[in-house]
């Protein structure tokens, strides 16, 4: 995000069978359709505890925003409560020139993929890192977790700053009259559990950041959400540690893993 100074049930079926069959064994009274009909509820309650969830994630950026000719489109500006902003920018990147958006595009896909595998319906800002496109603006990621019904939004970021700064940090919104009233408290309760969940997955707290949690009034995207909605800025893209890890699948695997954890601990499920 300072970058934007820069430019601006293969087991479930298993389980069920097994389980059906031993109780129409030992227990003759039940039908069998009623036993199968509780060991689904079970079984999909350990094995799916985001079942009927939709989790929006919005992955950073967009690999085409630094191109010229979509330059007008990115630099569009809005009005956001505070001050007036740019539709997006083009993130940053490791010294090694690997970005922002490349990094957020795949930590959002492993993200995705093991919210999945628990049940959740997950929907993304963008379905593509690619330098043919550009956006979407701030302001329509803002209003997307509204769109699809979404619990809550994790807007997925790293950031650019000085080499030696190390670790993660949240964005959560200030309190905006007329714009952030009615969600404020409840993202910097998303905030806290992303925290505690982030250092239990084995991310280091920001160096850089008091307390690892930024309460801000210039993010238009969180200033327009109406669901809980935070920004996580993983790590720093200059620390030559992070950078390696940001850009290896085991350590993008890890960074969605600690998302996880933290998403797990606000829903409490
Ligand atoms: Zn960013």
Redesign the pocket.
């Known amino acids: ?1 300072r ?2 100074k820069a430019i601006a049930a293969v087991a479930m079926c298993a389980l069920v069978t097994i389980t059906s069959n031993t109780a129409s064994a030992q227990s003759p009274v039940l039908s069998q359709s009623s036993v199968s009909t509780t060991a689904v509820t079970q079984s999909a309650a350990s094995t799916k505890p985001l079942a009927g969830l939709v989790i929006a994630i919005d992955p ?2 967009q690999l085409g925003n630094g191109q010229r000719k979509f330059a007008k489109h990115i630099n569009e500006k809005r009005f956001n409560g505070r001050i007036w902003k740019i539709c997006n ?1 083009t ?2 990147a490791t010294n090694s020139g690997f970005p ?1 958006s490349t990094f ?1 595009w795949r930590v959002a896909l492993v993200l995705k993929a093991k919210l999945e595998r628990l049940g959740a319906t997950v929907r993304m800002t963008r379905t593509a890192n690619s330098v043919n496109l550009w956006g979407p603006c701030t302001w329509d990621r803002g209003t997307f977790g509204k769109r699809v019904g979404a619990r809550l939004m994790i807007q997925i ?3 650019g700053a000085p080499r030696s700064a190390y670790g993660f940090h949240i964005i959560t919104p200030a309190l905006t009259r007329g714009w952030t009233d009615g969600i404020w408290k409840r993202d910097l309760v998303l905030a806290k559990a992303m925290k505690t969940g982030l250092i239990k997955g084995g991310l280091k707290p920001s160096t850089y950041i008091k307390g690892a949690i930024s309460i801000r009034g210039d993010q238009t995207a969180m200033n327009l959400a109406k669901v809980p909605t935070v920004t996580v ?1 993983l790590g720093n893209m200059r620390n030559p540690s992070e950078a390696a890890r940001m850009q290896s699948a085991k350590g993008q695997s890890g960074y969605a893993s600690a998302l996880l954890t933290g998403i797990r601990a606000y829903l409490n499920r």
């Open positions: 995000m970058s934007l950073g950026h920018t993130g940053t922002e957020t970021h790293a950031d800025e």
